[in-house]
């Protein structure tokens, strides 16, 4: 007990800095969200939950519901708003050189002349939502 | 919870690798004498050298954590000697606050897994490929007939894989988190220096230059790395007196190392070896070998580059050396505008206040002129050299300096401020 009396004497500054840093980085919320929040949400949250931005949300549900069940894990991602590249937020995503698998984000009509390559004869449509477009090319 | 439980274990995983190979059972250099934050960071020096050999060859990342195990535990068997040293109880409590606030800082990059610009663009994308099993001799990020990012070094996404692959849950900010370990580790070096100072002033500084340096924006960069190795060798050069061939294998141990981390690590570690041979008067061809292999791994690095990615170019951006040749208003406004935006980065980064201040003291106080004193003025002025150089070429100046020259200003901070050092060793001034 006097050991532990000593110590708080010795350290109580270092104890009162450290304090306030835990404050300062919401220590103890960080862990409370930890055990709240699963990682995929905490994802979501940082990236964005649906289209727009990143778009992590739709690339996620693309790739959940026509990727990982036919085990293609290839897709070529345009964005069409100035943002870091989709694909790496996903580890096991390779890029489509041969662009077969096309997501478009934020796309809007008037960037079709963005691109060389005819969207309507080339590709058919699979998924919609908001701005953010799946499309599989015609074989 | 579990994820919590996970932290801990990786951080113990780091805390593991860094006490061994070298430690007190199986070394009696005089370096280490008292000092165990010099155990932890040459033995972080070896583990990132093993790391960069290991990722020339085709092996599994899970294969090379068993490897450099049974390297440990076979060099700990056979130099095994027995201590009398052990740590003082006044510095134990120091490892503890260096594990609390790695702790915090890892819990903070947990709750909250957003990486910055380039931390996706560049640094991610590498991770994932080494991640997968990829090797550095593959394209690691083919585009439309072109390889992407080829000119940038792997070390650091080699090391973010490694931890990466190498953890119980494998989710991505744990091989991440290393960077905030030898981040936060290297502010521990510096203030392990003084001795005479109570815990209280210690902690008190190293917290400051923590808040005067950490930016969540740069989450998944590389620029703490470098930031970190510079300390590292600033803390070498103050420090290891005798200048023999132990120091020279760490010395160029760092150089090589920061030259796989960044390009700019390159022209730093060109740097201070041209300052060190300048500074300590050494014979170079006592160094001879050593900057020998220093050159083969850049040059080895180009020749990747060049041959095998078949790129285009070593640097990120076209140059534009007409600049040079005519001396006009442009050159001056753009001479200025760099001075501006460095005092912007000044007010992102105060740690520069403190090091502006201690440059200021140096010339009013006229300090006595010691070789690391002069290694700290000999490296600003190249640097300054180097920051002028990149900018006034650059074809998009200020989109070049609102991107970039916070991080340049950042990675170097540490190394300045070990000044600081300087004049409390010579007690011309009291702090």
């Known amino acids: 007990m006097h050991y532990f009396k000593n110590f708080f004497k010795s350290h109580f500054l270092i104890l009162i800095l450290l304090l306030i840093f835990t404050a300062n980085f919401n220590f103890f919320y960080n862990v409370y969200l930890l055990s709240k929040r699963s990682y995929d949400e905490r994802l979501f949250r940082s990236y964005g939950w649906g289209c727009g931005g990143l778009s992590y949300g739709y690339v996620k549900k693309i790739y959940e519901k026509f990727l990982e069940p036919t085990n293609k894990k290839k897709l070529h991602i345009l964005n069409f708003e100035v943002h870091p590249d989709t694909h790496s937020l996903f580890p096991q995503l390779k890029v489509d050189s041969k662009r077969i698998n096309l997501v478009l984000l934020n796309f809007k009509s008037e960037d079709k002349n963005k691109i060389n390559f005819n969207l309507d004869e080339e590709y058919t449509m699979v998924d919609k939502t908001e701005n953010c477009y799946f499309f599989i090319k015609n074989d | 919870m579990i994820e919590f439980i996970n932290i801990i274990i990786q951080t113990a995983l780091f805390f593991i690798l860094s006490i061994f190979p070298i430690n007190n059972f199986t070394t009696r250099n005089r370096y280490f004498y008292n000092n165990y934050f010099r155990f932890i960071a040459v033995n972080i020096l070896i583990l990132m050298s093993l790391l960069l050999i290991f990722s020339f060859f085709n092996i599994k990342l899970k294969t090379v954590f068993f490897i450099i195990l049974v390297l440990y535990l076979f060099y700990f068997l056979i130099n095994f000697k027995s201590s009398k040293f052990l740590i003082k109880k006044r510095e134990i409590i120091l490892y503890f606050i260096f594990l609390l606030i790695f702790i915090y800082s890892f819990s903070l990059i947990t709750a909250y897994p957003l990486l910055g610009w380039d931390g996706i663009a560049t640094w991610k994308i590498k991770s994932n490929f080494?991640?997968?099993?990829?090797?550095?001799?593959?394209?690691?990020?083919?585009?439309?007939?072109?390889?992407?990012?080829?000119?940038?070094?792997?070390?650091?996404?080699?090391?973010?894989?490694?931890?990466?692959?190498?953890?119980?849950?494998?989710?991505?900010?744990?091989?991440?988190?290393?960077?905030?370990?030898?981040?936060i580790f290297s502010l521990f070096l510096f203030i392990h220096n003084f001795k005479e100072w109570s815990n209280f002033k210690k902690v008190f500084l190293i917290l400051f230059i923590y808040i005067a340096t950490y930016d969540f924006e740069l989450e998944?960069?590389?620029?703490?790395?470098?930031?970190?190795?510079?300390?590292?060798?600033?803390?070498?050069?103050?420090?290891?007196?005798?200048?023999?061939?132990?120091?020279?294998?760490?010395?160029?141990?760092?150089?090589?190392?920061?030259?796989?981390?960044?390009?700019?690590?390159?022209?730093?570690?060109?740097?201070?070896?041209?300052?060190?041979?300048?500074?300590?008067?050494?014979?170079?061809?006592?160094?001879?070998?050593?900057?020998?292999?220093?050159?083969?791994?850049?040059?080895?690095?180009?020749?990747?580059?060049?041959?095998?990615?078949?790129?285009?170019t070593l640097f990120q951006i076209p140059t534009n050396t007409n600049v040079f040749t005519e001396i006009n208003i442009t050159l001056l406004k753009n001479f200025f505008l760099i001075i501006w935006y460095f005092f912007h980065s000044?007010?992102?980064?105060?740690?520069?206040?403190?090091?502006?201040?201690?440059?200021?003291?140096?010339?009013?106080?006229?300090?006595?002129?010691?070789?690391?004193?002069?290694?700290?003025?000999?490296?600003?002025?190249?640097?300054?050299?180097?920051?002028?150089?990149?900018?006034?070429?650059?074809?998009?100046?200020?989109?070049?300096?609102?991107?970039?020259?916070?991080?340049?200003?950042?990675?170097?901070?540490?190394?300045?401020?070990?000044?600081?050092?300087?004049?409390?060793?010579?007690?011309?001034?009291?702090?």
């Open chain 2, 130 to 183: 080494f991640y997968n099993g990829g090797n550095i001799f593959e394209f690691y990020n083919f585009r439309d007939g072109e390889p992407h990012y080829y000119q940038y070094p792997h070390l650091g996404s080699y090391i973010w894989a490694f931890f990466w692959k190498n953890s119980f849950i494998e989710f991505e900010y744990l091989g991440r988190g290393f960077y905030h370990y030898i981040y």
């Open chain 2, 220 to 312: 998944g960069y590389q620029d703490y790395l470098i930031f970190s190795l510079l300390i590292f060798v600033i803390d070498l050069i103050f420090n290891y007196k005798k200048k023999g061939f132990i120091f020279l294998v760490i010395f160029y141990s760092i150089c090589i190392l920061l030259s796989w981390i960044k390009n700019e690590g390159i022209i730093y570690a060109c740097f201070l070896i041209i300052i060190y041979n300048f500074v300590y008067k050494k014979d170079v061809s006592r160094n001879l070998l050593f900057i020998c292999l220093f050159v083969l791994s850049v040059f080895f690095q180009f020749y990747i580059n060049l041959e095998i990615y078949n790129g285009k």
């Open chain 2, 346 to 431: 000044i007010l992102k980064y105060p740690i520069w206040i403190i090091n502006l201040i201690l440059f200021l003291l140096l010339h009013v106080y006229k300090q006595k002129k010691s070789s690391e004193i002069n290694f700290i003025k000999y490296f600003l002025a190249l640097n300054i050299l180097f920051i002028m150089g990149v900018y006034l070429q650059s074809p998009y100046i200020k989109w070049h300096l609102q991107t970039s020259l916070d991080r340049l200003v950042l990675q170097t901070s540490g190394f300045y401020i070990y000044l600081l050092l300087s004049f409390i060793k010579n007690k011309k001034l009291k702090i």
